[in-house]
């Protein structure tokens, strides 16, 4: 696939994680990158996203000081460091990337992102 995201697994409450995220998209560099996140019998939800040159990012109000999205333009990588873990974050994480030179605007809205992985399972336990 296009977008290979790994580093999820089974931590307790009050953990951390480090998700990664390879792209092989052409203009990586250009492109917005966002995670999203859907949790067992719920819809697709944001959790996060960062500018091609990691001026902006923007967060889910429920993960808003816990998660960190950052990336590494030289290694097509965007990461989420999620810490404070709650049973509520579980869920299977995608990572997502944008249209390279798309604007800014709407990066919480997964219809712009046409381009997705996998996902990553993500377990908190209690």
């Known amino acids: 696939g296009q977008l290979q995201a790994s580093g999820g697994g089974l931590v307790q409450a009050g953990g951390s994680l480090r998700l990664s995220c390879i792209a092989s998209?052409?203009?990586?560099?250009?492109?917005?990158m966002g995670w999203f996140r859907r949790a067992p019998g719920k819809e697709r939800e944001f959790v996060a996203a960062i500018g091609w040159n990691a001026a902006n990012t923007f967060y889910a109000d429920s993960v808003t000081g816990r998660f960190t999205i950052s990336r590494n333009n030289a290694e097509n990588t965007v990461y989420l460091q999620a810490i404070s873990l709650r049973p509520e974050d579980t869920a299977v994480y995608y990572c997502?990337?944008?249209?390279?030179?798309?604007?800014?605007?709407?990066?919480?809205?997964?219809?712009?992102?046409?381009?997705w992985g996998q996902g990553t399972l993500v377990t908190v336990s209690s």
């Open positions: 998209l052409r203009n990586f560099s250009a492109r917005a």
């Open positions: 997502a990337a944008r249209r390279a030179d798309s604007p800014w605007g709407g990066a919480m809205f997964a219809r712009n992102y046409p381009y």
